[in-house]
């Protein structure tokens, strides 16, 4: 069968491949989880809401399916041109897969932005819905249980059917291989959609300026986290270089979008955006197993979470 395993026999259980998207507000554990399954970091994560900004295929492999998980930007009441566009890729992609996860927070009861996703799925009739308690080291059992009956409660209100109901936490490590056994057999028949050892289908230079940006959200206050953009403008061997000594020279621009913004993400004397690069530096040459020279510049992009063309020049 498709040239894998000539020893497979036609008794053995048909080998699967499919789609399954991760849903939930902002901050509620979607791109860690996905990370967690596919054993790599392949999206970035942080403590600020609305860290994913474009959907992000994270690949599965096992000997009986090719699970792809696709995470999603946190939904959310868009206040900007970049929040519908946000919303707007969540909502395209749910029309796409073949199973849903809609994940909900342990440590956080189920509030109006759960109801307003639940009530969306529950316009999805064809596509299976698994309820996912995330982060579920945070709570003790007691809310634990609570959190379960309140997910099913909701289901009954609108009329989902949860294929299933699972918690787990992906920091801890518990239940997420369970997860990826009961999602497995939702998927179609199908032979492997990526080859083997694909662990995403994100380009390099998109990769490589979500660390940077991951680096720059760490430890800004406030508004600054949804002002940052990153662009990698050049990824080149720097020639001259003896064989066993490579060196890749990466030039990026971190964009704001105000003048204002621009000293809090440099800081006094540049120490800031030198720790950025610093941070992002040790990824990025994990990610690409090559000595990197990274080249940050600060621009600003006036106000361009709102501006149609800005966007586009940002990839949005
Ligand atoms: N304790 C604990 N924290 C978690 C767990 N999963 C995620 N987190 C934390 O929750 C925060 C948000 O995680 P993300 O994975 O970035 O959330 P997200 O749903 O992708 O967020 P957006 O991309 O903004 O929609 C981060 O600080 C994570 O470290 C978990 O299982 N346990
Ligand atoms: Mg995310």
């Not at 930007?73 to 029309?95: F, I, M, Q, S």
């Not at 959609?193 to 959200?217: C, H, K, S």
């Not at 064989?243 to 971190?254: G, Q, R, T, Y």
């Not at 040459?285 to 020049?313: C, F, I, S």
Request: proline share 8%; hydrophobic share 40%; glycine share 8%.
């Amino acid at each position: 069968m498709w040239g894998m395993d000539s020893a497979s026999s036609a008794s053995q259980a048909p080998h699967r491949a499919g789609f399954a998207c991760f849903v939930g507000r902002p901050n509620a554990g979607k791109s860690t989880l996905t990370n967690a399954l596919v054993g790599t970091k392949v999206a970035i994560t942080s403590n600020r809401p609305q860290t994913t900004r474009h959907t992000v295929r994270g690949i599965v492999h096992r000997p009986d399916a090719q699970l792809v998980l696709v995470d999603t930007p946190g939904l959310h009441k868009p206040r900007t041109l970049l929040g519908e566009r946000l919303n707007d890729v969540v909502r395209t992609t749910w029309a796409e897969v073949d199973v849903i996860g809609f994940c909900l927070p342990a440590d956080q009861k189920i509030g109006p932005g759960d109801r307003f996703i639940a009530g969306e799925l529950a316009g999805i009739k064809k596509t299976p819905k698994i309820a996912i308690v995330t982060k579920t080291d945070l709570v003790d059992s007691k809310t634990l249980a609570e959190q379960l009956i309140a997910i099913q409660q909701l289901g009954e209100e609108l009329g989902i059917q949860w294929a299933e109901i699972v918690p787990v936490s992906a920091v801890g490590d518990k239940q997420v291989a369970l997860l990826a056994d009961l999602i497995a057999p939702m998927l179609p028949e199908s032979p492997p959609l990526y080859p083997e050892g694909d662990l995403t289908d994100e380009p390099e230079q998109v990769m490589v300026a979500e660390l940077i940006r991951e680096a720059a959200l760490e430890g800004v206050r406030d508004e600054l986290p949804h002002s940052i953009a990153v662009v990698v403008e050049e990824m080149l061997p720097r020639e001259d270089r003896p064989a066993d000594k490579p060196l890749l020279d990466i030039h990026a621009n971190v964009y704001i979008e105000r003048p204002s913004q621009k000293g809090i993400i440099i800081g006094p004397k540049g120490a800031r955006l030198k720790e950025v690069g610093m941070k992002s530096r040790k990824h990025i040459e994990a990610l690409l197993g090559t000595p990197v020279y990274l080249d940050l510049h600060v621009k600003v992009a006036k106000d361009w979470q709102r501006d149609p063309k800005q966007l586009r020049k940002l990839g949005f």
